[in-house]
């Protein structure tokens, strides 16, 4: 993988140099020496590539399963909905909050939200607000259903 193709992957996963050093590359890798990989001044570990390619496939994948399902939605409601709502999670915490939710997905999931947006007129982005969906979810049990429910209210 050459130093620009890994910037424009980066890139495109929504990560920041940091991010990319701590999800991507951790335990050991600083942010300097991921910039040092996109600059070519160190040669990019192959394990550290492979691990790119995968994410930018998972999401590639989400993208395309998220994006026929929404085709499929408006193909049997016979058009395309005034908004189709969707949740951004713009801090970590929030998007890591229920269980088993990796941080590296964060990032990848603002990603496909930013490319759904780009393919659906009727897109509408949420935000996530905790203390909002919190008030909402009034004590029962959170589940990524009912933060989709939650959404759609707003």
């Given at each position: 993988?050459?130093?620009?193709t890994l910037q424009a992957l980066r890139r495109?996963?929504?990560?920041?140099?940091?991010e990319a050093a701590r999800w991507v590359a951790a335990p050991a890798v600083t942010e300097r020496q991921w910039q040092a990989w996109e600059d070519g001044?160190?040669?990019?570990?192959?394990?550290?590539?492979q691990r790119m390619r995968e994410l930018v496939e998972w999401r590639s994948t989400a993208l395309a399963a998220t994006a026929?399902?929404?085709?499929?939605?408006?193909r049997e409601k016979g058009g395309v909905p005034e908004a189709i709502i969707i949740?951004?999670?713009e801090r970590e915490e929030d998007w890591a909050s229920?269980?088993?939710r990796e941080p590296v997905m964060w990032r990848i999931q603002q990603s496909v939200c930013a490319g759904l947006l780009g393919m659906f007129h009727t897109i509408v982005p949420v935000p996530f607000d905790a203390a909002?969906?919190?008030?909402?979810?009034?004590?029962r049990e959170d589940a990524e259903p009912l933060r989709a429910e939650w959404a759609s209210t707003r």
């Amino acid at each position: 993988m050459t130093p620009t193709t890994l910037q424009a992957l980066r890139r495109l996963l929504f990560f920041s140099h940091g991010e990319a050093a701590r999800w991507v590359a951790a335990p050991a890798v600083t942010e300097r020496q991921w910039q040092a990989w996109e600059d070519g001044s160190e040669p990019l570990p192959e394990a550290v590539a492979q691990r790119m390619r995968e994410l930018v496939e998972w999401r590639s994948t989400a993208l395309a399963a998220t994006a026929d399902n929404i085709r499929g939605q408006i193909r049997e409601k016979g058009g395309v909905p005034e908004a189709i709502i969707i949740l951004w999670y713009e801090r970590e915490e929030d998007w890591a909050s229920l269980p088993h939710r990796e941080p590296v997905m964060w990032r990848i999931q603002q990603s496909v939200c930013a490319g759904l947006l780009g393919m659906f007129h009727t897109i509408v982005p949420v935000p996530f607000d905790a203390a909002a969906y919190s008030r909402w979810l009034d004590g029962r049990e959170d589940a990524e259903p009912l933060r989709a429910e939650w959404a759609s209210t707003r």
